[in-house]
């Protein structure tokens, strides 16, 4: 058990819910579908709708899960399915995995910070303060990250929403034209890359042990992919309607050339850089103060002596490493396009493989020892 288990916190089914929103807007706020975009053209946004029929069994299969290890979360699940040499080694490159992508998310997302506002600014400085304000979000586990996401969900997601909404003012509906732009094999794989955009979703099978009423947990899964889906399809179809199809694949960040194209007052346009930033950084921060704790309990579970809060630390170093050996976002975006698209086949395989070992085997779930 680990170290802060005694005070182990509980989730109503509205912070469950404001939690997991946020982390999914934060880590899926400026991401764009270059592959989806290149495959389908101006009809792009029916990969959006593919994206969500894809996520329907992930949906089953996580309230499956919880129905068969109700008090134990996926982690737990594998080392009881697997045994704990088996079961060790799946979670162990899984969470490496993760480790590695969100590394790069981390380097990807500061080089945009310093190209665009702190050009004068050393990365290692930047990397350094941010890691350690994640970190320390991260410490006391979901007690404190939920409380954040309480904070500031409904004004950051609103004001997030209000941006994208202005964003349409410029859209030209010819540059969505034609309706069908691609084959269905195309559709079915640029659909199928979209899947990464709602990997952050995968957190729901560490900390379903928490929620206070169980049975809401389809609603809320179901919810979650249903809001992701929705800023999503808009995210798409403002970006290809404003922007066109061809310039989506030329530019790195196309949501912020497209904010940019919002037509308000130039006193209140040259304040919508800055809040922009300030908005996405916060839902950024909170989405990956999550992720660090995805990945900290994950690893505390895999070692009996390696406590939460150590796993963390560990995680801010490895982090701060691959960031400085890492070459600047212009060089590095293919090596994370590979990784995001890998992450479609852990979200959606991982899950499976654990269910399915689970109904092979015949087992069922005992007590969570999860951190909170």
């Not at 030209?172 to 732009?181: A, E, G, R, T």
């Not at 794989?189 to 389809?218: C, D, E, H, T, W």
């Amino acid at each position: 058990m680990n170290d802060i288990q005694g005070n182990r916190v509980r989730l109503s089914p509205a912070m469950f819910f404001i939690t997991m929103l946020t982390t999914l807007y934060g880590l899926v706020f400026l991401v764009s579908p270059w592959d989806a975009v290149e495959r389908c053209g101006p009809s792009s946004y029916w990969a959006v709708l593919v994206s969500l029929i894809y996520m329907i069994p992930f949906g089953l299969i996580v309230v499956a899960i919880r129905r068969r290890f109700p008090e134990q979360n996926i982690f737990e699940a594998a080392l009881s399915i697997f045994g704990k040499v088996a079961g060790r080694i799946i979670n162990l490159l899984f969470l490496g995995f993760f480790l590695l992508h969100y590394g790069l998310l981390i380097r990807i997302s500061l080089e945009l910070i310093l190209v665009y506002f702190l050009d004068r600014t050393p990365f290692l400085f930047l990397s350094t303060l941010f890691l350690a304000g994640i970190a320390y979000i991260a410490y006391d586990g979901l007690f404190s990250i939920s409380r954040l996401a309480g904070f500031v969900a409904i004004p950051a997601v609103s004001i997030r929403l209000m941006m994208q909404f202005f964003a349409l003012q410029g859209l030209n509906s010819s540059q969505l034209l034609p309706v069908f732009s691609a084959s269905i094999p195309d559709y079915l794989k640029a659909g199928l890359s979209m899947v990464s955009l709602f990997n952050p979703i995968i957190g729901l099978l560490l900390i379903y042990p928490l929620l206070i009423k169980p049975r809401m947990l389809g609603g809320i899964t179901f919810g979650l992919i249903g809001g992701n889906f929705l800023l999503l399809l808009l995210s798409v179809v403002s970006a290809v309607g404003v922007l066109g199809a061809p310039m989506i694949t030329a530019l790195d960040w196309p949501i912020l050339a497209l904010v940019r194209r919002v037509a308000l007052p130039y006193l209140i346009l040259n304040q919508i850089g800055p809040l922009f930033v300030i908005v996405w950084m916060t839902l950024f921060i909170v989405g990956i103060a999550f992720m660090f704790y995805f990945l900290g309990t994950g690893l505390s579970l895999q070692f009996s002596k390696l406590n939460y809060r150590l796993a963390i630390f560990g995680i801010s170093i490895i982090i701060l490493i691959e960031g400085i050996i890492t070459t600047p976002h212009f060089i590095n975006h293919p090596f994370y396009e590979i990784t995001r698209q890998l992450t479609v086949y852990l979200t959606l395989g991982y899950p499976l493989l654990v269910y399915c070992g689970a109904l092979i085997r015949g087992k069922k779930g005992g007590e969570s020892g999860i951190e909170s």
